[in-house]
């Protein structure tokens, strides 16, 4: 993408006429639905295996055609065709950015060849490399250092090395290989490591340093520190007597990496090494190397399915004309909430208990992406930029923060994610629990957009003083997704949907979705005040007066 593509959207002629359109419209959903019996069918639509109802969000015909020109004016579909091809978008890196490459078909034509390259070739190439370990170790041909078969397997990994694989184990749980189990190191506090191995046996753990660059300090340092235990609890059980420590680390740890030469330097064999490429972003690399640990739980054939999803997406995005492509529209829709609407957040709400982590994995798909005040060309942005992205599962949000979604003073929309069909189906006497937890998925939006009126409280014999306390305003925007059930292949679709939706907010305000140099300023002080925290003197009395006084209450309460 050249960044003389990049138009400012608050220039075009649809952005001031969203402007005005906002200004005008009185919405009122429960008048819109009476008004028009056909407005949840014209505004709910199908992609793969999802149902999206858009009709309880903000919006009018005009609006969407509004948002339709504006998508035209910033070359949504040139900017989209730019990235399926592999062209250079993320500018201040000067990459592609190709994570659709890594769920495309082995056989897809053309082949995709970019900067010279088959990237086919190199994706099924490392696919196979990682499918052939996961059987090895599945099937218990792959063994510990002293014979025994892998049990549990330990990913070290942090932000897209650790969220997409912790998501995804916690969302497929039910699909992995009894007696093999996954768990997840990524905080430097130390606290981390200690709990997830605690009761591990080392002669059964098998590590998996998950890092693209293989130089965050918080995994290598996880790493050497799963190192030392490894090697300590194997020589304190005198397992380790006539071996050579080398192949003990060889046989308990594998890596993941862009940075091969650096994983030979840790002691892992570059045998054991799976690679991906520079132009998959950290955040959207668990449907690449990253997803070794998955492959291994979950087994190669779950993965295929789960790529598989994200592959339906992808063609959805990339083929189904803008007014009716979801992620396409949802992105759009995030765009009319945030910049014509003033919502500030965004709720991720999933009614599935498998999706816990989910919300937590779109923080940094979102908002690593688009939290961004700079441009694609270098100029300040023209406008808000990326939303807060937070959420927890349904119910148990219902019992916490749901009171400031209904009768708060904010608008906060909302997507309500739920499935048909229940892994655990379950009966409390007659009743089907799964039902009436959809009962309440089903409960919330309506409550959300058609709230309920001072005259229906005053109807129910409220006393008077308390009426205005128990009315509902209505009009708060949420989103409905369905699918039958939480497969593979739906985890995957999903992921790609918001994948997508980001994007789309990306193109519209013109920032590079795909770099993220706002981590940087705190790991380089991090560095540079690791001596004052060891008790450095001099590098302490460098900093300001704030950070030095929390740094002397350390010091000076430390036991
Ligand atoms: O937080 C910054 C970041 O670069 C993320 O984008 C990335 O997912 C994470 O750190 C981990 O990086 P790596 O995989 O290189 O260890």
Redo the contacts with the bound molecule.
């Keep these: 993408m050249s960044v003389n593509t990049i138009v400012d959207p608050v220039t075009t002629t649809a952005w001031k006429a969203l402007d005005a359109h906002s200004q005008a419209l009185d919405a009122n959903l429960r008048t819109w639905f009476e008004q028009d019996p056909q407005r949840a069918s014209k505004l709910s639509f199908t992609a793969a295996d999802l149902h999206v109802d858009l009709s309880k969000n903000l919006i009018t015909d005009e609006t969407l055609d509004l948002l339709m020109k504006l998508a035209g004016e910033v070359n949504l579909e040139d900017r989209r065709a730019a990235m399926f091809a592999g062209e250079h978008i993320n500018v201040t890196e000067d990459r592609a950015v190709l994570h659709t490459a890594l769920r495309r078909p082995a056989d897809a034509q053309p082949p995709l060849i970019v900067d010279g390259q088959n990237v086919d070739e190199d994706v099924h190439e490392v696919l196979a490399k990682v499918y052939d370990f996961a059987d090895r170790v599945r099937s218990g041909e792959w063994t510990g250092i002293t014979g025994q078969q892998i049990e549990t397997v330990v990913n070290i990994?942090?932000?897209?090395?650790?969220?997409g694989p912790v998501m995804v184990y916690e969302a497929l749980k039910p699909y992995a290989q009894p007696g093999l189990t996954a768990r997840f190191i990524s905080n430097i506090d130390p606290t981390d490591a200690a709990e997830t191995v605690a009761d591990l046996d080392p002669e059964t753990t098998l590590f998996i340093v998950?890092?693209?660059?293989?130089?965050?300090l918080?995994?290598l340092t996880n790493a050497r520190v799963c190192r030392e235990w490894l090697l300590t609890n194997l020589r304190e059980a005198g397992a380790l007597e006539g071996k050579d420590e080398k192949d003990a680390v060889a046989a308990h740890f594998v890596a993941v990496?862009?940075?091969l030469d650096k994983v030979a330097d840790f002691g892992i064999d570059p045998e054991n090494a799976f690679g991906f490429w520079n132009w998959v972003?950290?955040?959207y690399?668990v449907d690449s190397a990253?997803g070794t640990p998955l492959a291994i739980v979950l087994g190669p054939d779950v993965f295929e399915q789960f790529l598989a999803g994200f592959h339906a997406m992808d063609e959805h995005f990339r083929t189904a004309p803008l007014a009716e492509n979801v992620p396409a529209l949802m992105g759009l829709l995030n765009i009319w909430n945030v910049n014509f609407l003033g919502a500030e957040t965004h709720a991720v709400l999933p009614y599935d208990q498998y999706l816990h982590r989910f919300p937590a994995y779109l923080q940094?798909l979102t908002m690593?992406s688009n939290g961004k005040s700079v441009r694609a060309d270098g100029t300040p942005v023209t406008t808000e930029t990326g939303e807060v992205f937070w959420g927890e599962p349904g119910t148990n949000g219902q019992h916490a923060f749901y009171q400031l979604i209904h009768q708060g003073t904010r608008l906060i929309p909302a997507d309500f994610i739920a499935f048909a069909n229940p892994v655990h189906p379950t009966k409390d006497g007659e009743q089907d629990v799964h039902e009436l937890f959809l009962a309440n998925f089903f409960a919330q939006t309506k409550a959300l957009a058609f709230g309920k009126t001072a005259d229906e409280v005053r109807a129910e014999g409220t006393a008077e003083e308390i009426v205005p306390a128990r009315v509902f305003s209505g009009d708060r925007p949420t989103t409905s997704i369905m699918a039958s059930q939480l497969t593979p292949s739906v985890l995957g679709q999903l992921i790609a949907l918001y994948e997508h939706i980001t994007f789309v907010q990306g193109v519209v305000w013109g920032i590079d979705s795909f770099d993220?140099w706002g981590?940087?300023l705190g790991?380089q002080l991090a560095l540079q005040l690791a001596p004052a925290v060891s008790g450095d003197r001099e590098v302490l009395a460098q900093q300001d007066s704030s950070t030095q006084g929390l740094i002397e209450f350390y010091l000076n309460n430390r036991k």
């Design positions: 990994g942090i932000g897209g090395s650790d969220l998950a890092s693209k660059t293989f130089g965050t918080e995994t990496s862009t940075a972003g950290g955040r690399s990253i940094q690593e993220q981590v940087e790991k």
